[in-house]
């Protein structure tokens, strides 16, 4: 038998690039859920501590890390998707970090009010029920039509979990918090486009493989988050940062989409995360 750390196979047996760990390892969601987090709060004016940020980072890996090994599970052989082949080989080793970042996890989380830990619990049933549509043997199909949808909106969702349940729900946030449900699935509506010759190859789902002309609408659905940026600075213009950050993510998603058929697959990927990483600017 391998021993678990083996490095993985194909391109990457010769060395991976610095940049493209991050989401080797499943540490791109995190780190855009915790930049969108510390946004929101920084323009709500609310304090959530370091506990909560460090929950949502954990809680995204978990997610994302252990979406990564369902689909390993059922991968017979080498693929051309470098972050699944990693968790195909290093399947044993990652799902033991993956239980004692489970287990950190649930330390926070039993420390958080009463009220935060009963929406919690709500918001991990959801997600335990977009995993079962997703990698049950006879509803994934039909729930892979509309995959990048729920997993935009539920990570987005996830994101503002600790603001809407902390500071008043108010015109500008429920604006902005639609601009960044339509970002986060503008992303995965475009890595899914990317991907899906190796998506089928794996038997994996998506709603590229049943819209064509997906990309066709993608610069319609471009226009959505800098509207409602403009919509919120008029309402009040001391959200005027974030918004003018969430419109930037839109145009650069557009324009990464244009460039992609010139780029390096996996870098296109990077960049597809990278590009929500756009708030992080007003944080300075």
């Known amino acids: 038998m391998k021993p678990v750390a083996t490095p993985i196979s194909l391109n990457i047996s010769r060395g991976l690039p610095w940049w493209l760990w991050p989401n080797i390892l499943s540490l791109d969601a995190p780190l855009v859920a915790v930049v969108g987090l510390a946004?929101?709060?920084?323009?709500?004016?609310?304090?959530?501590?370091?506990?909560?940020?460090l929950l949502l980072a954990l809680c995204a890996w978990l997610a994302y890390c252990g979406d990564r090994l369902l689909d390993a599970r059922r991968l017979n052989g080498p693929v051309e998707s470098g972050r699944h082949e990693f968790a195909r080989i290093n399947l044993r080793?990652?799902?033991?970090?993956?239980?004692v970042?489970?287990?950190?996890?649930?330390?926070?989380?039993?420390?958080?009010s009463y009220g935060e830990l009963l929406a919690g619990i709500g918001l991990a049933a959801a997600v335990g029920g977009y995993f079962l549509l997703q990698h049950h043997p006879e509803l994934r199909g039909m729930a892979g039509r509309g995959k990048e949808l729920m997993?935009?909106?539920?990570?987005?969702?996830?994101?503002?979990?600790?603001i809407v349940l902390n500071a008043p729900v108010t015109l500008p946030l429920v604006l902005l918090g639609m601009a960044w449900v339509v970002l986060c699935a503008m992303n995965c509506l475009l890595i899914a486009g990317w991907d899906r010759v190796q998506d089928m190859a794996m038997e994996q789902h998506s709603m590229a493989q049943h819209w064509p002309e997906m990309e066709r609408a993608f610069p319609r659905l471009a226009m959505a988050p800098p509207a409602l940026a403009g919509?919120?600075?008029?309402?009040?213009?001391?959200?005027l940062p974030l918004a003018i950050a969430?419109?930037?993510?839109?145009?650069?998603?557009?324009?990464?989409?244009?460039?992609?058929?010139?780029?390096?697959?996996?870098?296109?990927?990077?960049?597809?995360d990278t590009v929500l990483l756009m708030p992080v600017l007003i944080l300075f």
């Open 39 to 53: 946004a929101f709060a920084q323009a709500m004016g609310v304090d959530l501590g370091w506990e909560r940020p």
């Open 93 to 99: 080793l990652l799902g033991y970090i993956w239980l």
């Open 101 to 112: 970042a489970l287990t950190v996890a649930v330390v926070l989380a039993v420390q958080l």
């Open 151 to 162: 997993a935009g909106a539920g990570f987005a969702a996830g994101t503002l979990f600790f």
């Open 231 to 239: 919509v919120t600075a008029v309402v009040d213009a001391a959200w």
């Open 246 to 272: 969430l419109a930037a993510c839109a145009v650069a998603l557009l324009e990464l989409a244009r460039r992609a058929p010139q780029m390096d697959p996996e870098a296109r990927r990077v960049w597809a």
